[in-house]
């Protein structure tokens, strides 16, 4: 089988979803878009993206309000967030053709084993961890401002020896549609170090109606979002994962380099969807306080969130 003979589907067209499966389908590779609400409005016109990076695409795409109408995919790379998670494991079981490999594009821990348990034996399990900004603007409307790296590493499935190629594989097919990616050999350590920026930038985004500019502008809000990298990176550490030296300030200073961006939090929260906060901070505040550590700044910034969330669900 050839590379761009590989069918890939996409479980969440979402800002995620759709920004990577477009990137896909416009390199060639044969795309299969799952969608819910938003099925008619893709069915009928397409996938537009306005991208700073890549320019503006708009392209016919195979959508389906259905998993059981798709057929069997190779790849399945999972854009919906980690809040619906118990709905996705039979909609990827149904679109998986056997030995599919399925790639978890979402934030926080313990997403994979939420999930592994649901999935059969022969499906490989992947964690994908995207560095972008992007988000939706309407149905099938997609705006892109910075970066868009996509590093993966292997979570368990039937690969053994030849994970590492599995992995290869998919970094391949990112890197055919002009993405960057990169194996992970630590998916675990991989996935905090994303909660280095995740962790103060989506909350506070919440708390403080603030976006990454004034955010990283205001002395007492950068002082913050300084504290909660650091209790992020003492988490990691407790849990066995050192992160590189220096990693929250290389954050800083990508995230000062970045257009002014409203996190996906935000967005979630306007529109009133559940947020994610067991995988972004409910799981790592377990496994941090269950190796004996403390995470105080974290621990009141879920707690203020959680309120929030409740608050803003409708009754």
Same mark, same amino acid.
């Given at each position: +089988? =050839?590379?761009?003979?590989?069918?890939i589907g996409i479980i969440g067209t979402g800002? !995620?979803?759709?920004?990577? =499966?477009?990137?896909?389908?416009? &390199?060639?590779?044969?795309?299969?878009?799952?969608?819910?609400?938003?099925? %008619?409005?893709?069915?009928?016109?397409?996938?537009?993206?306005?991208?700073?990076?890549?320019?503006?695409?708009?392209?016919?795409?195979?959508?389906?309000?259905?998993?059981?109408? +798709?057929?069997?995919?190779?790849?399945?790379?999972?854009?919906?967030?980690?809040?619906?998670?118990? #709905?996705?494991?039979?909609?990827?079981?149904?679109?998986? &053709?056997?030995g599919a490999k399925v790639v978890l594009l979402?934030? /926080?821990?313990?997403?994979?084993? %939420?999930?592994?348990? *649901?999935?059969?034996?022969?499906?490989?399990?992947?964690?994908?961890?995207?560095?972008?900004?992007?988000?939706?603007?309407?149905?099938?409307? !997609?705006?892109? #401002? *910075?970066?868009?790296?996509?590093?993966?590493g292997y979570h368990s499935g039937p690969g053994?020896?030849?994970?590492?190629?599995?992995?290869?594989?998919?970094? /391949?097919?990112?890197? &055919?549609?002009?993405?960057?990616?990169?194996?992970? $050999?630590?998916?675990?350590?991989?996935?905090?170090?994303?909660?280095?920026?995740?962790?103060?930038?989506? /909350?506070?985004?919440?708390?403080? #109606?603030?976006?990454?500019?004034?955010?990283?502008?205001?002395?007492?809000? @950068?002082?913050?979002?300084?504290?909660?990298? *650091?209790?992020?990176?003492? /988490?990691?550490?407790?849990?066995?994962?050192?992160?590189?030296?220096?990693?929250?300030?290389?954050?800083?200073?990508?995230?000062?380099?970045?257009?002014?961006?409203?996190?996906? +939090?935000?967005?979630?929260?306007?529109?009133?969807?559940?947020?994610?906060? %067991?995988?972004?901070?409910?799981?790592?505040?377990?496994? *941090?306080? $269950?190796?004996?550590?403390?995470?105080?700044?974290?621990?009141?910034?879920?707690?203020?969130?959680?309120? +929030?969330? @409740?608050?803003?669900?409708?009754?």
């Amino acid at each position: +089988m =050839g590379p761009r003979s590989t069918r890939i589907g996409i479980i969440g067209t979402g800002a !995620i979803g759709g920004f990577y =499966g477009l990137m896909l389908a416009r &390199a060639g590779f044969d795309v299969h878009f799952l969608l819910r609400s938003e099925y %008619q409005a893709v069915h009928e016109h397409g996938i537009r993206l306005d991208s700073a990076v890549h320019g503006r695409v708009h392209m016919p795409v195979n959508a389906y309000a259905n998993a059981a109408d +798709m057929p069997p995919c190779d790849w399945l790379l999972v854009g919906a967030k980690a809040t619906s998670n118990e #709905q996705l494991a039979p909609l990827i079981v149904q679109a998986a &053709a056997p030995g599919a490999k399925v790639v978890l594009l979402q934030n /926080g821990l313990g997403v994979e084993e %939420q999930l592994r348990p *649901a999935l059969r034996a022969d499906l490989h399990l992947l964690g994908g961890l995207c560095f972008i900004c992007v988000n939706r603007q309407g149905p099938g409307d !997609i705006r892109h #401002q *910075a970066l868009g790296a996509v590093n993966l590493g292997y979570h368990s499935g039937p690969g053994g020896a030849d994970a590492e190629q599995v992995v290869e594989e998919g970094a /391949g097919l990112f890197r &055919a549609a002009g993405i960057d990616s990169q194996a992970m $050999a630590n998916l675990d350590q991989a996935r905090w170090q994303k909660l280095v920026w995740n962790v103060p930038y989506n /909350g506070l985004s919440v708390l403080l #109606q603030a976006s990454t500019t004034p955010l990283m502008a205001d002395p007492d809000s @950068r002082a913050l979002i300084e504290a909660l990298m *650091a209790e992020v990176v003492e /988490g990691a550490k407790a849990c066995g994962q050192v992160l590189p030296d220096g990693y929250a300030a290389h954050l800083l200073r990508v995230t000062e380099q970045m257009p002014d961006y409203w996190p996906s +939090m935000y967005h979630d929260h306007t529109q009133q969807r559940p947020l994610e906060l %067991q995988a972004i901070y409910a799981e790592p505040l377990k496994r *941090a306080a $269950a190796a004996g550590c403390q995470l105080p700044r974290m621990q009141a910034l879920y707690q203020s969130l959680a309120f +929030m969330d @409740r608050r803003s669900q409708p009754n």
